[in-house]
């Protein structure tokens, strides 16, 4: 018996190889019958729930979602919904992944044998540059110097989205190979280029020269 079932779970491993070879399929769409093979069915049940995007500039599609530990994941496609089949009996988390981000965990899912497990909807939102704000809270996800809460920096932007640039920073001040910042920023014309001194050129010293003409009687 053993060797039969030896015997069909090395078939069972060919087969899925090949169909990863021949249409692209990805590594996580195993088939149920070896998911069973693995996680006899007797044993495990299922979790299915549904997800949306924060903004419609994030298209989820191709996020991974897996339990951690064991091998059973699926990705999302164009539908709004994830189901994973073969889940052994237990507590588990449920991760969301995108590319080398976590989006969103769920933790304690409990699944039962033979059992379809339902978890709330959940909402994915990326964090593109990596601040600690995701693409809604972020008031530019692709500067991570540039958050609500953020120090300002002299880099004439306005990095805490408190409407004022450079607040608090004088050219003096700023660091060495930093860009150049004027605690009055309307007098910025002053000095236009980074690197420059900040010296103020000496004013012109215009002469004016008195010219007398002789009146010849």
């Known amino acids: 018996m053993l060797e039969k079932n030896t015997m069909k779970l090395k078939s ?4 899925l190889l090949f169909s990863i070879s021949v249409s692209g399929t990805a590594a996580a769409d195993v088939s149920q019958e070896f ?3 693995i996680h006899p069915a007797h044993h495990a049940g299922q979790i299915k729930g549904s997800v949306k995007s924060c903004s419609s500039e994030f298209n989820m599609s191709g996020t991974l979602v897996h339990v951690p530990g064991i091998s059973v994941s699926t990705r999302l496609g164009n539908k709004q919904e994830f189901k994973l089949l073969s889940v052994p009996e237990g507590n588990h988390s449920l991760v969301f992944e995108y590319g080398d981000q976590i989006l969103h965990t769920v ?4 699944v039962r ?6 978890v ?3 909402t994915l939102c ?9 693409l809604m809270a972020d008031l530019d996800d692709a500067n991570p110097a540039v958050h609500p809460g953020a120090k300002e920096i002299c880099d004439r932007i306005d990095n805490n989205g408190d409407g004022v640039v450079d607040e608090g920073c004088s050219y003096r001040k700023c660091p060495k190979g930093g860009n150049f910042c004027l605690s009055n920023w309307n007098n910025s014309n002053r000095i236009r280029n980074a690197g420059k001194s900040t010296k103020q050129d000496p004013p012109l010293i215009q002469q004016s020269l008195s010219a007398t003409t002789e009146l010849k009687p």
């Open 120 to 122: 709330a909807p959940i």
């Open 35 to 37: 998911l069973d093979m």
């Open 12 to 15: 069972l491993i060919i087969s």
């Open 113 to 118: 044998k033979q059992t379809l497990t339902s």
């Open 107 to 110: 933790k304690n899912v409990t």
């Open 126 to 134: 990326p964090d593109n540059d990596g601040d600690g704000y995701n």
